[in-house]
């Protein structure tokens, strides 16, 4: 179900989505009163994303959505860069870069006495948050893009994703847990309420992760096969399995830059079949993650 119009517009050819739960943030401006703050950091998020946009179509891929959250947002890109190491890690490194270089530019102002006051240095450290929290290890987070981007190859796409994310859940736990605490038992941690809204949107945000990232991956496997045939050439890797194996666990171990060959075993581990990954992938849509691979074999 998508969100109503009042949270949805389109710039360009993407639309833009505010996430419900933003506006929880508004009221919680003005009872602390960082209204002004709030707003801030909204702006920054727009351009934040703005940057993950035009790193993506720096290589021809075109956004069709991006949902903003307080801590960045989630693009729905049409290309195929998820798993390739080298794109999907300028995309992602992208947005905090930006924030980053505007920290870097505020200070330099404000060391040079070119700017000055409150709003300058509250903008300078929103910026330097910003970029510090999205390069987090975890999904879905800039820095999980990046983390996943560069292992996916060796452990599997929808592996890498899966505990990326698990450990962006965890992180928005113990992100609740210690705002919780901070409410009861005071320190000098200024905004405990922002940690239990941040913990809360990791915890759904990475749920959305856990969701998407097999049919997202399956999509990728289908358009190299595309390529596959317009090179005439791809690397590829080779896996074994047997004839109980699920489809899933399959699907699971296959990567984005290179194609793979699967070997079936049987009786004594002696190679029976060998298929192909389009094979599977097919297989995989009309069977579900739990069916067989010797489904595939004794129908072939």
């Not at 510090?132 to 592996?159: E, T």
Request: glycine share 12%.
């Amino acid at each position: 179900m998508g969100l109503p119009k009042i949270f949805s517009w389109r710039v360009a050819g993407t639309t833009v989505r505010i996430h419900p739960t933003f506006w929880l943030l508004l009221p919680l401006g003005l009872i602390g009163g960082r209204f002004m703050e709030i707003l801030a950091v909204f702006g920054l998020v727009v351009l934040h994303e703005t940057a993950h946009v035009l790193a993506a179509r720096s290589f021809g891929t075109e956004t069709k959505s991006v949902v903003l959250y307080p801590y960045g947002g989630s693009a729905v890109m049409e290309g195929d860069f998820e798993g390739n190491r080298w794109e999907e890690s300028v995309i992602a490194l992208a947005g905090p870069a930006f924030n980053f270089m505007c920290f870097l530019v505020l200070q330099g102002l404000r060391w040079q006495g070119w700017v000055s006051g409150e709003w300058a240095l509250e903008w300078a450290k929103v910026n330097l948050w910003l970029a510090g929290f999205n390069c987090l290890p975890i999904l879905p987070l800039d820095g999980g893009r990046m983390i996943r981007a560069q292992l996916a190859g060796i452990f599997g796409f929808v592996r890498v994703t899966r505990a990326l994310a698990w450990l962006g859940r965890w992180t928005g736990v113990a992100a609740v847990v210690l705002g919780l605490s901070l409410l009861v038992y005071p320190l000098v941690f200024p905004e405990p309420v922002m940690l239990i809204v941040l913990g809360i949107f990791l915890w759904i945000g990475c749920g959305d992760e856990l969701k998407k990232a097999r049919l997202i991956f399956l999509k990728t496997l289908c358009r190299k096969k595309e390529l596959l045939l317009r090179r005439g050439l791809m690397r590829s890797i080779c896996l074994t399995v047997n004839h109980k194996t699920p489809l899933g666990l399959v699907a699971d171990e296959l990567v984005a830059d290179r194609y793979s060959l699967i070997s079936v075993t049987g009786a004594r581990d002696h190679l029976e079949h060998t298929l192909s990954e389009t094979e599977v992938v097919a297989a995989l849509i009309e069977k579900g993650p739990d069916g067989l691979v010797g489904e595939i074999v004794r129908g072939s």
